[in-house]
């Protein structure tokens, strides 16, 4: 029991200190992604399990999967956040760099990306800072090519591209 | 008039519920789209700094009563005004009758957030407020009377009982302390020179008095807001009476336009008790010692329903403008008493 007891607490402690030092900004982007997913449907929504990959961040990957593990989707997706190395589909993807990972993606993956111009295709969702706070762009021309309904819930606090 | 204000004060008492610091992945998780467009994601503004903040709101109000009601039925002035030689004087008709009443607040509040789940509030109420009359004393046939001054400043604290992505329930409760004038005076009909002047036109109510409020606000996708307010009154002031317990209970509904405008729109049902007690200084002699409907104390109180319209705005981070109207659409007063027309707001609140 003893030794449970402190396999579980490593295991905790070495969770957290996996996004200990996650800055404010990523946690709240990985908290607008995961009501992105709440306040839209895609085609492929049904598929099991929907992967929302990750570029070059460890720790927003670990963040965001305990986010999403806390929280059931209304739209009972099942949602695994992995990292973005070429071997996955991803329905989803974070970019925070404009490399070639964009040229590798599916042409049907929803982009969401701190960046405004993305090499190849637009991002969705891209976030931007405004008077300390972070906002976010919808992109409608890629959102339609992608055949995605956006809540009107989520269309009223975003910016229209 | 002075209902007006005491009911005002109560939902000033009650702050802006803000979304509690967050840190571990599941409070983030539990946050809606709302309270993310409101999150500073400046570090200095991480959960491992200090919660606190100071909070300043000033806030502009104004409100018009004109016509008369008794019950829920129109009376018009020359039902309530007595003429002389034409009608006989009964309980329900004056020699003096207010015809329409204005009144301006400038409240100024401050508020200070102890920690995630309180807060606690001062705020100050600077009054005007002006009358015009008729009556049918000689020289007084059309005559104006006004007053204005410090009202009374309210104490407060708001505890946030839960507070998640998609309800929060808050209650708060205060203490306003009778600094407010309850001896203003006048050149009335009554007599010659400045003498006291009726309930309405005072400035405070003269006793330690509780406005308290419990709030419920659902964050979902339809945002909406439930408010039970009252405003318990204590004792008796220094001129024998107290004004009667206000309540009310009104609903929000929120429509976002944009990340930093929404419009809402709502109902509020309230319920005013009439005065106890009479501050005799105001009466005449006679069978009817009454000179107008508003020196009377049981014709103050009743039911009204007002339905509400606004819009807030935040044009910049630290700063938040909320406009408001409401106007009644069901009023069931004691009356012959003055009824209201419409009242407005406008409040700029800055969070530093």
Not at chain 2, 175 to 186: F, R, V, W
Not at chain 2, 277 to 293: F, K, L, R
Not at chain 2, 317 to 324: E, N, Y
Request: net charge negative.
């Amino acid at each position: 029991m003893r030794s449970l007891f402190i396999a579980v607490a490593l295991t905790l402690a070495v969770s957290h200190s996996a996004y200990a030092d996650l800055k404010k900004l990523d946690k709240v982007k990985a908290a607008y992604m995961f009501n992105f997913t709440k306040f839209m449907t895609w085609s492929s929504i049904n598929s099991d399990p929907v992967n929302f990959c990750v570029q070059n961040d460890e720790a927003f990957q670990q963040f965001l999967t305990q986010l999403v593990e806390s929280r059931p989707t209304s739209s009972g997706a099942s949602i695994r956040i992995v990292m973005l190395d070429g071997k996955q589909s991803c329905t989803f993807a974070y970019l925070i760099e404009n490399d070639d990972s964009l040229v590798n993606l599916a042409t049907s993956t929803i982009i969401i990306s701190d960046l405004p111009n993305l090499i190849d295709r637009p991002a969705v969702f891209t976030f931007y800072e405004e008077n300390n706070r972070l906002r976010f762009e919808i992109d409608l021309a890629e959102a339609e090519r992608l055949e995605l309904t956006i809540s009107s819930e989520l269309l009223k606090v975003a910016k229209i591209k | 008039m002075r209902k007006f204000l005491r009911i005002a004060s109560v939902s000033l008492v009650s702050f802006t519920p803000a979304a509690l610091a967050q840190s571990t992945p599941s409070e983030f998780a539990e946050l809606s789209f709302q309270a993310l467009l409101d999150i500073d994601i400046n570090e200095s503004d991480s959960e491992q700094s200090s919660p606190n903040k100071w909070s300043f709101a000033v806030q502009l109000k104004a409100a018009e009563f004109d016509g008369y009601k008794v019950n829920d039925s129109d009376v018009s002035l020359d039902d309530v005004l007595f003429s002389f030689g034409q009608e006989a004087r009964t309980s329900s008709n004056f020699p003096v009758v207010p015809t329409v009443i204005k009144q301006h607040a400038k409240i100024v509040q401050l508020g200070y957030q102890v920690n995630e789940r309180l807060k606690l509030g001062i705020q100050a109420p600077f009054i005007h407020q002006q009358t015009d009359h008729i009556s049918v004393v000689p020289g007084y046939e059309h005559f104006v009377i006004s007053s204005s001054g410090l009202g009374d400043i309210a104490l407060s604290a708001s505890y946030a009982l839960e507070d998640n992505s998609e309800f929060s329930w808050w209650v708060t409760a205060g203490l306003s302390l009778p600094t407010g004038s309850i001896d203003e005076q006048g050149d009335t009909p009554r007599d010659a020179g400045d003498q006291q002047l009726p309930y309405t036109m005072q400035l405070g109510s003269g006793t330690y008095d509780f406005p308290i409020e419990v709030s419920y606000q659902n964050k979902g996708e339809h945002a909406f807001t439930v408010t039970l307010s009252a405003m318990l009154r204590t004792g008796t002031n220094d001129r024998n009476y107290r004004l009667g317990n206000n309540y009310k209970l009104s609903g929000k509904y929120n429509f976002p336009l944009s990340q930093s405008t929404a419009l809402f729109t709502g109902a509020a049902f309230g319920y005013s008790e009439s005065i106890h007690g009479q501050d005799d200084e105001i009466t005449i002699g006679g069978n009817y010692s009454y000179p107008a409907s508003i020196t009377n104390p049981n014709l103050y109180g009743g039911k009204r329903v007002n339905i509400i319209g606004g819009i807030s705005f935040i044009p910049i981070h630290w700063l938040k403008v909320v406009a408001d109207i409401s106007k009644p659409v069901y009023q069931n007063l004691n009356g012959p008493q003055p009824q209201e027309l419409w009242r407005a707001g406008l409040q700029f609140s800055m969070l530093y």
